[in-house]
């Protein structure tokens, strides 16, 4: 077993916390990507298999391998790998995936994380409400409108949150890192691409993304330079994986002339002067000034110890530095020609980053991870919320050309509910937000599910008066695996990372059951007062009574189970069957011997599977009385969301 706090390629990866960090970057891995990295890491002298995966990951919901693989690239991307050049997850055809970059431990405290990672979510249906949203993940970027002074062209404080408007980009996957031209209509930015990264351009007017470059690695922030037509700067690794800054034009993309080369294991953020080719950087060396025309460079002396991010105002006359600290962030303002200390003001919160305004007389930074809210930092310190987004999580803040926008990254995840009743399809949930696992009450059909509309999974409840609850406040970091109501509809039952919670409705009264939840699957209530699970490990159905706190055996040799109108239905071990049987399993009835180890559930005593379909759409299946199987829904869902 690793240390929990180890070093690799680079990252800095906090085991326990879930936190990766990468020179000025920070993720906050959620439960099910740190379940993910940490198997494979413990398991880094053999392959790690597809099957080992769903089991250990996923813990018994259905997962095609096309699930499988997303997760796998996802990771992927955050630790700046690919399947092609892999350094740190090989791809071992036909047998799985193996962790080999080598590993230091280290003894020093990992530093504080700001920013946010994305997490695919795996869903299970409850109750025959079928969740048919599929999951689109992705970084967009977003665009604020300030409100002017009459007596400043920059923007001042505003007396209340400004609404955002629709975003600039939204492709599926990740867009970051943008850079808006100063004719405030062209636009930079990283993208995915194939299976790796490029730099997009695109008009904010309209129109379509187009590719401009591929790039190595996704911690590349390209940026126009203003006084030579169609031509931008950004840095990024060679062939030889030696950072360097690159000049390169829109017309002739192919041609990429080296402006400079940097001390540093990773891409290294360019500042351009608006007025003049000369741009800035900070690496391993220190903070350097380098003129593209005359090709002269020098030094500059604003480098302090454990300085994270620095950037020069775009009037050339301040420097700003950001240094994490014990309870927070500490920002620094100097004066560039006198070297005296403008402003210094400690945050109580971890960012990552910040950017200067326009006028150079104020800073822009997000506010506390996972950051809804966007800050103007004067240099008298007062500090002033400008915008707040239910749309999703700020992620980075983008250079800014002009006093009145502000471009920055969003992170979002849209997910709706919805229900199939009778072949007919209505939407429950739509909103903004991901919104998922859904579990609706009987007789009074009322509606539990986990969303991320606070920033953080939470429970939330629907009534019959359309009216929502939120009835947890479950810490950061958290995956909501199962929602199931009581039958009396006053209690839930949450599956949450490894832990079963009991929620009271009325009262929002939560209690922690004393059960380790790792590989045990199928929870549902079996009365007001009992609770059942399948143990994967032996393959057994066990009931547990939330009074006495008792666990006990029911039945060996099951594989899954539903428990539905006084009836069970029973999975063998071998997958290939489901058997009806009485409540005190007498009378057993042959209900399909062809499953094939399909995902199955049950509404009323209506038996359905999924045919998660590699080849093409998923399909859910209705199973008839003479063991015939009807088609009913083809497509457009997440086979693992019912």
């Known amino acids: 077993m690793q240390a929990s706090l180890i070093k690799f390629c680079g990252f800095l990866f906090d085991r326990k916390q879930g936190k990766l960090t990468l020179n000025d970057e920070s993720f906050h891995l959620e439960h099910q990507q740190l379940q993910l990295l940490n198997l494979l890491i413990d398991n880094k002298e053999s392959v790690v298999s597809r099957e080992q995966i769903a089991s250990e990951v996923w813990q018994g919901l259905i997962v095609e391998d096309n699930t499988i693989s997303k997760a796998i690239t996802r990771l992927r991307k955050i630790l700046n790998d690919s399947a092609k050049s892999s350094q740190i997850i090989k791809t071992i055809p036909k047998k799985g ?11 020093e405290q990992a530093p504080q994380s700001s920013a946010i990672s994305i997490t695919p979510i795996i869903f299970k249906q409850k109750r025959g409400l079928f969740t048919l949203g599929t999951v689109l993940t992705v970084l967009l970027i977003g665009l604020l409108w300030l409100v002017n002074s009459s007596n400043n062209n920059e923007q001042r404080a505003v007396s209340s949150a400004v609404s955002l408007p629709s975003p600039i980009t939204y492709r599926e996957g990740i867009e970051t890192n943008a850079h808006l031209h100063s004719d405030l209509n062209h636009l930079l930015f990283i993208g995915d691409f194939n299976d790796g990264y490029a730099i997009f351009t695109k008009e904010i007017t309209g129109g379509q993304a187009s590719v ?8 590349v922030y390209p940026k126009w330079l203003n006084v030579q037509k169609n031509t931008f700067v950004y840095s990024d690794l060679d062939s030889n994986n030696q950072c360097q800054i690159f000049k390169v034009t829109t017309t002739q993309p192919t041609i990429k002339e080296i402006m400079a080369t940097c001390l540093k294991a990773s891409p290294v953020e360019v500042f351009v002067d608006e007025k003049s080719a000369v741009i800035t950087w900070s690496d391993d060396a220190g903070s350097w000034q380098h003129d593209l025309v005359t090709g002269n460079r020098k030094s500059l002396p604003f480098v302090g110890v454990g300085v994270r991010h620095q ?46 305004s326009k006028n150079s007389d104020s800073l822009y930074h997000l506010g506390e991870h996972p950051a809804n809210q966007l800050f103007r930092l004067s240099l008298d310190g007062e500090q002033t919320l400008l915008a707040s987004t239910s749309q999703g999580t700020m992620t980075r803040i983008s250079d800014v050309q002009s006093p009145h926008s502000i471009e920055f990254v969003i992170s979002t995840i849209d997910l709706d509910i919805h229900q199939l009743r009778n072949g007919i399809e209505s939407k429950l949930i739509n909103s903004p937000f991901p919104d998922y696992n859904p579990a609706l009450s009987q007789p009074n059909k009322y509606l539990a599910y986990a969303s991320k509309r606070t920033g953080s999974a939470q429970i939330w409840v629907k009534g019959d008066n359309g009216k929502l609850k939120q009835v947890t406040n479950f810490e950061r970091a958290t995956y909501i695996y199962d929602i199931a109501w009581s039958p009396n509809e006053n209690k839930l039952l949450v599956k949450r990372n490894d832990s079963i919670h009991i ?23 079996l009365s007001n007062h009992q609770i059942t699970y399948v143990d994967k490990g032996s393959q057994s159905l066990f009931s547990f009574d939330i009074r006495t706190l008792n666990a ?18 029973i999975s063998d071990s071998t997958g290939d069957s489901i058997v009806k049987f009485n409540a005190d399993f007498s009378n057993p009835s042959l209900i399909t011997e062809r499953l094939a180890n399909r995902h199955w559930i049950v509404d009323n005593e209506q038996v359905y599977l ?32 019912v």
Not at 311 to 325: C, E, F, I, K
Not at 506 to 514: C, D, F, K, S
Not at 552 to 569: C, E, P, S
Not at 628 to 639: A, C, D, I, R
């Open 311 to 356: 950037m020069p105002s775009p009037n050339g006359l301040l420097w700003a530095t950001l240094t994490p600290v014990e309870q927070g962030a500490l920002i620094s303002i100097y004066d560039r020609a006198s070297k005296k200390l403008v402003l210094e003001k400690q945050l109580p919160y971890s960012i990552t980053h910040f950017k200067w």
């Open 97 to 107: 995936y193996q962790f080999i970059a080598h590993i230091d431990d280290v003894i």
């Open 552 to 569: 006990q055996l029911i039945r060996t040799d099951v594989k899954f189970a539903r428990y539905a109108n006084q009836q069970w239905f």
């Open 610 to 641: 999924v045919d998660a379909n590699h080849d093409g759409p998923a399909t859910l299946v209705e199973l008839n009385e003479d063991g015939t199987e009807q088609v009913v829904l083809s497509g457009g869902f997440n086979p693992a969301s």
């Open 212 to 219: 401009i470059t591929e790039i190595n690695s996704r911690y």
């Open 503 to 525: 929620i009271d409705i009325a009262t929002n009264q939560e209690t922690i059951l004393p059960i380790d939840a790792r590989q045990k699957i199928a929870w549902q209530w």
